[in-house]
């Protein structure tokens, strides 16, 4: 089973779902794929032995000056701006390519060929017995979702996969999300949880993903969040405190269950829940 873990907003607490629970499962059953390429943060809790690092770029395009003889089809077609011609000068900027391949498919004398630029790396290890591996998007690149596939190349299917997502609803949260048995979405019950956390329904629902929510800081703000879950009958799986304790263990890189037992089996009936409303829901649609 695929669970992937996001916001739509940051700092709601989706690393410390996906950390605390994946250590609450018996060991071999699970592995975490931290997809939040921009700010990895679960091996701070998770402390992995990373054994194999690999680097992953996108293609972008070459002039060949020899054939090229400067009709500007290739700057016409890129819809991000990465290819200027000026004179008798094809000017390829790097950093704006998306690695489409479009001006090399349609240059008219083929004098376009492509190499690969490193874009960041997939890291790869173990911590606890629980098979781990990130992305690392390198400083200043802004193509998070090529790398984000990569890492979820390293799914064992045969496990209980969690994918730590991107905050948000933009392209790197879809790309984790897409291919999930069950998306748990985490909030806090403000004004700002519960705009965000109706912008991800929204992107669940159009991906047509199941889904339930998690409430942190279950005991700040008013009722509205959960008013929200009913209304659009979306079980609400666990309530967090705002407990001081789980703050202080935070600020150390200590995950919940490692300091706070007690907590552990909280996370066990978490993942009840979401195999139980999977289930239910998958019934529910061979019935229909």
Known sequence: MIISIASGKGGTGKTTIAVNLALSLPK?????????VEEPNAHLFLNPTLNLVTSVGIPVPRIDESKCNYCGKCAQVCEYH???????????????????????????????????????IV????????????????????????????????????????LDAPPGTACPVIETVKGSDFCVLVTEPTPFGLNDLEL??????????????????????????????????????????????????YSRGVPIVMEYPSYTQGFKDLLDKVEEVYESNRRKGATQ
């Open 28 to 36: 071999g059953t699970v592995q975490v794929i931290d997809c939040d």
């Open 82 to 120: 990465a290819i200027a011609v000026i004179l008798k000068n094809v000017l390829v900027f790097d950093e704006l390519c998306h690695g489409c391949g479009a001006c090399s498919y349609l240059c008219p004398e083929k004098a376009i060929f492509e190499v690969e630029r490193e874009i960041g």
């Open 200 to 249: 991800a329904v929204g992107m669940l629902e159009k991906l047509g993903i199941e889904k339930g929510v998690i409430i942190n800081k279950a005991d700040i703000g008013d009722r509205k969040v959960w008013e929200y879950c009913q209304s659009k009958k979306i079980p609400v799986l666990m309530d967090i405190p705002l407990d001081r304790r789980i703050a202080e263990a």
């Open 123 to 162: 890291q790869e290890g173990s911590a606890n017995s629980i098979p781990f591996a990130n992305g690392v998007l390198n400083v200043g690149e802004s193509m998070a979702s090529p790398l984000i596939r990569k890492a979820k190349e390293k799914i064992q299917k045969e496990k209980i996969v969690i």
